[in-house]
């Protein structure tokens, strides 16, 4: 039997994006490696783990069994690479479309004085976990809470939510918005990483309609050709200005909550001491 890591990463990334489309984004791989390496995994098993439709991919009973053991692989193997990190000098921080705003280079400063000999070192992640689950991260920066059970998360505080807009659109020239002006319009959302949601707007005041997208490349861009308004934190719009795009407050929309997350068992007291700072910028505002 010649199972490779590969072919387990792939499993669990399919089950989790449930499409081979999006496995591959989030494993920066094409769709047809993604394909072959679940094709040899079952044919290394001799088991049929995962049911195909043109529209939807589900496991097989034992595949439910494969994918948790999959998954304990991988878990493992995460420990194991984080435990050699550990002795290393650096802390991997991830976010999906921004790390903390503004804040981000003050608390790189004051980590840099408190803790001269560990490198903090951001990276952007778009997996569910943010990166902890296949030790690509130490710690995730998250703007959604996250339910799976082997990582801990820790609010850190709020921020606001801002529009944004192309700026030929006459909603660009306001000092600020409020929900109802998103009213018939077409709204660009990212299900998978954005905090942006149709829920946002109560029944019969909803936008006209939501475009999908995946990740913040892609949604800044269609927002920057005038097919769609944008909503993210204001976050978003400190650390990613782009050409053509205005960011205004929304002042009547709710604050999105930021997490921190990390391994449940991780005892690091850098993980414990990162937590901390990021706590404290928060509360300064």
Do not use: C
Not at 124 to 140: E, K, T
Not at 181 to 192: E, H, K, N, P, Q
Not at 257 to 280: E, K
């Amino acid at each position: 039997m010649n199972v490779e890591l590969r072919y387990l990463r792939a499993l669990v990334a399919v089950v989790d994006a449930e499409t081979f489309t999006d496995a591959a984004i989030e494993l920066g791989t094409s769709q047809a490696a993604v394909s072959r390496s679940i094709a040899a995994l079952e044919h290394a098993l001799g088991l049929r783990i995962l049911q195909r439709t043109t529209r939807s991919v589900a496991p097989t009973p034992v595949g439910e069994r494969i994918i948790a053991h999959a998954r304990s692989v991988l878990a493992e193997l995460a420990l194991l690479e984080r435990e050699a990190r550990d002795h290393g000098s650096e802390l991997r921080v991830s976010y999906a479309w921004s790390a903390l705003g503004r804040r981000t280079i003050a608390l790189q400063r004051q980590w840099e004085e408190v803790h001269p000999e560990v490198s903090l070192v951001w990276v952007q992640s778009s997996a569910p976990s943010g990166g902890l689950a296949d030790g690509s991260a130490d710690v995730a920066v998250l703007r959604r809470s996250i339910a799976d059970a082997r990582f801990s998360s820790t609010p850190i505080g709020t921020e606001a939510r801002y529009a944004a807009v192309a700026s030929g659109d006459p909603l660009s020239r306001r000092r600020f918005l409020r929900m109802a002006d998103f009213a018939g319009r077409t709204i660009a959302v990212d299900r998978r990483t954005g905090t942006t949601s149709e829920e946002l707007w109560p029944e019969g005041s909803r936008p006209a309609g939501f475009r999908l997208v995946q990740g913040v490349d892609e949604w800044l861009t269609l927002i920057s050709t005038g097919k769609a308004l944008g909503m993210s934190s204001e976050a978003t719009a400190a650390q990613n200005p782009r050409p053509g795009i205005t960011y205004r407050p929304v002042r009547d929309a709710p604050r999105i909550d930021v997490f921190l997350a990390a391994w449940r068992d991780d005892p690091s007291p850098a993980v414990a001491d990162f937590i901390r700072l990021a706590r404290a910028a928060y509360a300064l505002g």
